[in-house]
């Protein structure tokens, strides 16, 4: 797809920006399998579902109607909005020291500081998880009770899902964006709720290239939506090489106007990211979307100045996060999320990942977010289980200092027991664990965490009543 063209499905019912709808449109209706319940037992076909069926008010509570967290946590009583988790931009706080918790306290429950100033209360974060339920890029309440949620059950970290930055650059139509100013008004919502509990609010933004319009996962339809379809379009590429011949399009080998033109994409949604009050922006650079698609030596097959060497097919990369840091600065974190490795042969690598991360420090990133996978339909897992990806947030951290203020790694991947995830960060292997899953089966997993571990971070006071206990 050439810059000046654009094919990409936008939503025809213009939804208000103040509240948009949820489900999207009629199409996802009908595409959802017969298990959506509205009540207690009842499951209704999706010809039966209405839209007034999720109909909620538009207004949110704001800290001076919600009660902070009890008197245990760190919010102020002198205040009636809890403390952010997040620094000031004052000299004095971005260069303050690291808070210094007590050596008894399980590492999951101590802060954790970021280079550029920002401060977590804890070390456990939800990661990105795509929840396929926009219309046209919105965010709607399904967003704000999901990841509200798990701001009430004690996360310090929650990144929001891919958020694409341009139409095209999403997995699906009914990904979220961050393409349109428009976007930004609910965003800020979901974002001024998730910092009354003291929680930092991060985004993932992203470019789906070639494995872009498809049908979402728990669809009927499956594979790839054809480019002719209201719902489809060309995907875009290094080269034009499918992600799989079968179930997925030939996307359009990319222009060098294509790519200028993505980079700045990148940078308008840091600019909007920043507008809606984030203190976290990460770069999808893994799972085989466009980002990663370029470092591939198995999916760039390039020879210009964005393919054939190292140097060329990482290039697209630094050119991006140069931009997103120039409209994301400082306290504002900013992570770059990898594949570590590819599991095919002739794929990038972990030495190739450990050599990007050293040279990402020097463009302001705080975070590697080490994942794996993704590029490939080939590919071939071969430890997959609990934690099968910390050895390459280990080898990442051994060669960027993790510690106290320096670079810092994420573990993610298969991690859902406590004492597995406490361990991961006192062996070093990781500065914060990130879970995605095991928050959906467990959204208040921090607080069971801390039961577990005989730690007390209190709770929201309405939920006073149903404490976790310490199992014997």
Not at 181 to 196: C, Y
Request: glycine letters at 8%; charged letters at 20%.
């Amino acid at each position: 797809m050439s810059s000046s063209s654009s094919s990409s499905y936008t939503s025809s019912s213009s939804p208000s920006p103040s509240h948009p709808p949820f489900p999207p449109n009629d199409r996802w209706l009908k595409e959802l399998p017969h298990r959506l319940t509205i009540g207690p037992g009842t499951i209704l076909p999706p010809s039966d579902i209405s839209s007034s069926a999720f109909s909620s008010s538009s207004s949110m509570p704001t800290s001076s109607s919600i009660s902070s967290s009890s008197s245990s946590s760190s919010t102020s009583s002198s205040s009636s909005t809890p403390i952010s988790s997040t620094t000031t931009s004052t000299p004095s706080s971005t260069n303050s020291p690291s808070p210094s918790p007590s050596p008894s306290v399980p590492l999951l429950f101590t802060p954790l500081k970021f280079k550029s100033g920002l401060v977590l209360k804890n070390r456990i974060g939800v990661s990105p998880m795509c929840q396929y339920s926009s219309d046209d890029g919105y965010m709607s309440d399904w967003h704000l009770v999901h990841l509200g949620n798990y701001a009430k059950g004690g996360a310090g970290l929650i990144i929001f899902e891919a958020s694409a930055v341009c139409p095209e650059g999403r997995i699906t139509a009914w990904d979220a964006g961050i393409y349109k100013d428009e976007h930004v008004e609910m965003m800020k919502r979901i974002v001024s709720f998730i910092k009354i509990y003291n929680a930092a609010a991060g985004i993932q933004i992203a470019h789906a290239g070639r494995k872009a319009s498809t049908n979402p996962p728990f669809f009927k339809s499956r594979g790839a939506i054809p480019e002719d379809d209201l719902y489809g379009w060309k995907p875009q590429g290094p080269s034009s090489i499918p992600w799989d011949e079968k179930t997925y399009l030939v996307p359009a080998e990319m222009t060098l106007d294509d790519i200028r033109l993505v980079v700045r994409q990148f940078g308008q949604a840091a600019a909007r990211a920043k507008a809606a009050g984030f203190d976290f922006v990460e770069v999808h650079g893994a799972h085989g979307y466009l980002i990663h698609s370029f470092l591939s030596p198995l999916s760039n097959k390039r020879q210009d100045d964005y393919g054939g060497s190292y140097e060329n097919r990482v290039k697209l990369l630094k050119d991006i996060v140069r931009e997103v840091r120039v409209h994301f600065p400082p306290p504002g974190a900013l992570s770059v999320r990898l594949s570590c490795v590819e599991w095919a042969e002739g794929g990038w690598s972990l030495q190739d990942t450990v050599r990007l991360s050293r040279e990402l420090s020097d463009y302001g990133v705080d975070l590697i977010d080490c994942s794996s996978g993704g590029n490939v339909s080939t590919q071939q897992i071969t430890n997959l289980g609990p934690g099968y990806q910390v050895e390459f947030s280990h080898e990442v951290k051994k060669h960027i200092g993790g510690d106290d203020v320096g670079m810092h790694t994420a573990a993610v991947g298969l991690i859902t027991q406590t004492k597995h995830a406490e361990e991961i960060l006192q062996n070093k292997h990781a500065d914060i664990i990130l879970l995605a899953r095991e928050f959906i089966r467990e959204p208040y997993w921090p607080l069971k965490a801390a039961a577990e571990l005989g730690v007390e971070v209190g709770q929201v006071p309405q939920y006073d009543r149903a404490p976790y206990t310490r199992q014997k």
